[in-house]
């Protein structure tokens, strides 16, 4: 013992004799861990005492140590056993820092401890037993790191501990029944662990002083079990994502004191014939994605709510008169149903109704004209009801409205004057309705207005101006009408105009002057009208056009040359009054039918074009003659060329096997051989695991990306997948692009595959990748209005796969290097050699047999379990989102041994979001980046269920662009508010 005092004053000899013991022993704790932002500085002064250093309380009496607390601090190491040494401490918080390794079994010889935190940490291995030795303990927090195994049976004997939180770890096994022996337990959260599937334990309803029990995804199944109404002090209870069955008990009525119920995503069958009469405290409910039938009980809509969640179910029946009676309802979601009848007619009088959506069900009669009481609804969704009659007046006086989805309905009549004006609505949808009269002029006043859609009514007269002063305005589609007069001259001025689709109305006159101040249109569909004059040239400059359908018009006068800039998908000039020769580009086949009806066009394709005078004075035998000696003389020469191009074949293949097995796409004019004679190192422009990428300039001047991959492709399999689903990285890339097309998924031209040369042809990208660009000398490229662009192009083309495709395309390696970027910086997501199709009711692909993905970009739960769903691509697509707002690498040697993710939380927290946001971007922006970082940090929340969905993040991205001064509205369950406050950056 005397030895071991020497060597501990030893290893501190700067440190005085008046330090106390404890003193020695936290510093001895400093040596142990790593702190790179020197949090721990402090712990080098001579007090005589450590109760004025960081993270240290003492008792004011005593002097003596009894709480640390170190959380958020970036500390890095095992956990210190030195604290256990403290004999009065009573708190040991280490929220929140990269505390890694094991929990030791001497822990327990910190004997009057009553709080641990050591959540959000890197901790591995089993839970200890030795734990449940800690007489004293009251509050333990392990949740959200990596601990497996199975919660220790010895746990049942603690004798004091009020919350047990395990949640967000890799527990198996089953939930232990000894748990139901903690008599004193008010909080039990192990949601979100991979428990072996088994039934609620019914033990638990021993716990009589529970107040919450949070069970979601802990793969759970069969019935509720009834004897939980025991749990009369019940609080909050969550059962979601399991494969619960059966109904709700209807003994759950004797719970006199809960607050909460969650039962979402789960596999519940049977009714919501629940008795609720006895829950007067109930004030939120959330049943959502089960498969509930029935009628929704009376009683449930009698009681004070403040939320009801039953969307998702199959739910019939009314909804019951008694919920507009709620003096506190403020969000109702009923979407995705199969409910009927009218809505209660006062619904909305005595609410604070802010969130309102009965979406997909068979509800008719009116919309109430009460919904709006309140002044406080923010949105309104109805759409595919049977919904009649006309728009509300009142709700022309919810300036409080910010969205209004009323589409697929059989409304009428005009729409209040005041509806076209309100100054916070951003959203208005009238889609396939029978509405009609004018568009008032009054529309000026809604200068948050992005999306406008009227499409499919019987509006009519003129497309009022003031639609042109609306700045914000991203999407304006009006089709199928009966508008008239001209386009308007102001219109040029939307120049964040994404699409505008005008057919099938009946306007007139030509193209408004300045229409090059169009440079955001990706859309342009005026088909089926009575425009007139010429197509203006300046089209061809639009950067972003894809789209563009003029056909079924009255345009006159040549086609543009400068259309043959445009990267178009969809070209439509048919039936209109073109003449001319077409475009050398558009010659082709495949733009055949994008000029029929035009009998003025010159069309080589159909042998129409008109010859000059004098050629037709020439002499039949004078033209057979020059057809033959040219025939003749093209013959020799292409016996020549044939002969020199097998020869110089033969000799490059070597190089490039023949390619045997070509496969296209699109309609293509250029050939293997020609791709193949290009690929040779002078023309490498990148080069990575899987093989070369050729940059390939054809001789028709188009630029393609031509990726050969090395040897046989790696295979990233499931562990338990069928011979159809075993597919290399080529396969992968080739089944997911082939299929699929979308302007911000990368073009798969066309591929080949020999057996041992595997071929892929892209688009060709002259940006490159956003990862080389953005960690380049190059970044000044990137302004923050371009940032936002490329992560607004990433979110659509990941929503596409995740919510379009059918089956879904989980990607499982987004980042900044697999999204490319074009000539005007616009994004497309690329790289699909490890992509994966997901199946399954969870679309899960359950046990991959190896992790795909980058370092840095990998979704925590990803890289331990190798299960893998949407929600992985989701965290992946975060880590791109704070890259454009730090301009910092995933993984730097500046974080130490963190990543990007949790050194923007820590810098966050301990140095505010000035420390966090690229210091090249304009200060201007600050708020709308401080919201672009809100949405990334939702992103990579630690719980896969906390992450938005892909679509939903496509939503937040373009409501953030569009709303520059909102009221900012609670955050409910952790989801993003569609409105936003000035202040942003003190909310991050």
């Not at 009848?341 to 008719?364: A, I």
């Not at 200068?447 to 509006?459: A, G, M, P, T």
Request: contains cysteine; proline residues 5%.
């Amino acid at each position: 013992m005397l030895l071991f005092i020497s060597l501990l004053i030893l290893s501190f000899p700067s440190t005085p004799h008046s330090l106390n013991q404890e003193g020695l022993f936290l510093q001895r704790v400093k040596l142990a861990l790593t702190d790179p932002t020197h949090q721990l500085t402090s712990w080098d002064n001579r007090d005589s005492t450590p109760c004025d250093w960081y993270g240290i309380q003492c008792d004011p009496s005593t002097h003596r140590v009894i709480s640390v607390d170190l959380s958020n601090s970036q500390l890095a190491g095992s956990f210190p056993t030195f604290l256990c040494r403290l004999p009065n401490l009573t708190s040991i918080f280490l929220f929140n820092n990269s505390i890694s390794g094991s929990l030791p079994a001497q822990i327990s010889d910190c004997q009057n401890l009553e709080s641990l935190d050591l959540s959000q940490n890197l901790l591995v291995g089993t839970i200890p037993e030795s734990l449940s030795e800690l007489k004293n303990l009251k509050f333990l927090n392990l949740a959200a790191n990596n601990l497996t195994g199975e919660i220790p049976v010895k746990f049942g004997e603690f004798k004091n501990l009020e919350i047990l939180l395990l949640a967000g770890n890799f527990l198996n096994g089953t939930i232990p029944s000894q748990l139901s022996n903690i008599s004193t337990l008010q909080h039990l959260i192990l949601a979100y662990n991979p428990f072996q599937p088994s039934q609620i334990p019914t033990q638990l309803a021993n716990l009589t002083n529970l107040k919450e029990l949070w069970l979601a995804d802990c793969r759970l199944f069969g019935p509720i079990p009834p004897v939980l109404s025991r749990l009369t002090r019940l609080e909050n209870l969550d059962l979601s994502d399991n494969w619960l069955t059966g109904s709700i008990p209807s003994s759950f009525s004797e719970f006199k004191s809960i607050v909460q119920i969650e039962l979402f995503n789960n596999s519940l069958s049977g009714s919501l014939s629940v008795g609720f009469s006895n829950l007067t405290t109930l004030r939120r409910i959330d049943v959502s994605m089960n498969q509930l039938a029935g009628s929704i009980p009376n009683d449930l809509c009698e009681l004070e709510l403040e939320s009801l969640n039953l969307f998702e179910n199959r739910l019939e029946g009314k909804l019951p008169e008694s919920i507009s009676k709620s003096p506190n309802l403020y969000e109702l979601k009923l979407f995705n149903n199969k409910l009927t009848g009218e809505l209660p007619s006062q619904l909305g009088l005595n609410s604070p109704l802010k969130s309102f959506d009965v979406s997909y069900n068979n509800f008719s009669g009116g919309i109430p004209k009460t919904l709006c009481a309140k002044g406080e609804l923010q949105d309104l969704i109805l759409i595919h009801n049977s919904f009649s009659g006309k728009i509300p007046d009142n709700l022309g006086k919810c300036y409080s409205l910010g969205r209004a989805r009323l589409r697929n309905n059989q409304l009428s009549g005009a729409v209040p004057v005041e509806f076209w004006g309100l100054p916070g609505v951003y959203l208005i949808d009238l889609i396939d309705n029978s509405l009609s009269g004018y568009v008032s002029n009054k529309i000026s006043s809604a200068q948050n207005l992005s999306v406008l859609l009227l499409s499919n009514n019987k509006f009519s007269g003129k497309i009022p101006g003031e639609i042109g002063v609306l700045g914000n305005l991203i999407e304006f589609s009006a089709s199928n009408n009966m508008f008239n007069g001209s386009i308007p001259d102001n219109f040029v001025k939307l120049n964040l105009l994404n699409r505008l689709v005008l057919d099938n109305n009946e306007l007139s006159g030509g193209f408004p002057s300045g229409i090059q101040g169009l440079q955001s249109l990706n859309e342009l569909n005026l088909a089926n009208n009575k425009l007139s004059g010429e197509i203006p040239a300046e089209i061809g400059d639009f950067p972003v056009l894809n789209y563009l359908d003029l056909s079924g018009n009255r345009f006159s006068g040549k086609i543009p040359l400068e259309l043959q800039k445009l990267k178009l998908n969809m070209l439509n000039l048919s039936n209109n009054l073109l003449s001319g020769d077409i475009p050398p580009l558009f010659a082709k086949d495949m733009y055949k039918n994008s000029f029929v009806g035009n009998p003025g066009l010159c069309n080589d394709l159909d042998g129409l074009c008109p010859r000059d005078r004098g050629a037709k004075q020439l002499s039949y035998s004078w033209i057979l003659i020059l057809i033959f000696t040219f025939s003749g003389l093209v013959f020799i020469a292409g016996v020549g060329w044939f002969y020199f191009k097998f020869r110089n074949f033969k000799k490059n293949s070597k190089k490039v096997v023949t390619i045997l097995k070509w496969r296209s796409f699109h309609k293509l004019d250029f050939s293997e051989f020609e791709i193949a004679n290009y690929l040779n190192e002078d023309n490498v422009i990148g080069s990575g695991a899987s093989g070369k990428v050729y940059k390939v300039v054809l001789s028709n001047g188009e630029t393609v990306a031509v990726k050969k991959l090395r040897g046989p492709t790696k295979k990233y399999d499931d562990a338990n997948a069928d011979s159809d689903s075993n597919k290399g990285e080529f396969e992968a890339e080739v089944e997911t692009l082939g299929n699929i097309r979308h302007k911000n998924i990368v073009r798969l031209w066309c591929c080949c595959n020999t057996g041992d040369c595997k071929i892929l042809v892209y688009e060709y990208m002259p940006n490159g990748s956003l990862g080389d660009l953005l960690h380049s000398t190059k970044s000044g490229l990137l302004d923050w209005k371009t940032r936002y662009k490329i992560a607004l192009d990433a979110a659509e083309g990941l929503s596409y796969l995740h919510h379009d495709c059918v089956p879904p395309i989980v990607h499982r390696d987004v980042k900044s290097n697999n999204i490319l970027l074009d000539e005007e910086f616009g994004a497309r997501v690329a790289d699909f050699g490890v992509a994966k199709v997901v199946h399954g009711v969870n679309k899960r692909i359950e046990s991959m047999s190896m992790i795909a993905g980058s370092c840095g970009y990998i979704a925590p739960e990803y890289a331990y379990t190798l299960r893998v769903n949407e929600k992985s691509d989701i965290y992946s697509f975060g880590v791109v989102i704070l890259e454009l707002v730090t301009g910092k690498l995933p993984i730097d040697p500046q974080f130490g041994e963190k990543d990007l993710v949790k050194w923007v939380y820590t810098t966050l927290d301990q140095k505010g979001v000035d420390h966090v946001i690229d210091s090249k971007l304009d200060s201007v922006y600050k708020n709308e980046i401080c919201r672009v970082l809100d949405v990334g940090l939702r992103c990579t929340n630690s719980l896969p269920i906390n992450r938005p969905s892909m679509r939903r993040v496509v939503k937040f991205l373009q409501e953030i662009a569009n709303v520059e001064k909102k009221s900012k509205s609670s955050k409910k369950d952790g989801t993003l508010s569609p409105y936003y406050y000035e202040e942003a950056c003190d909310e991050v």
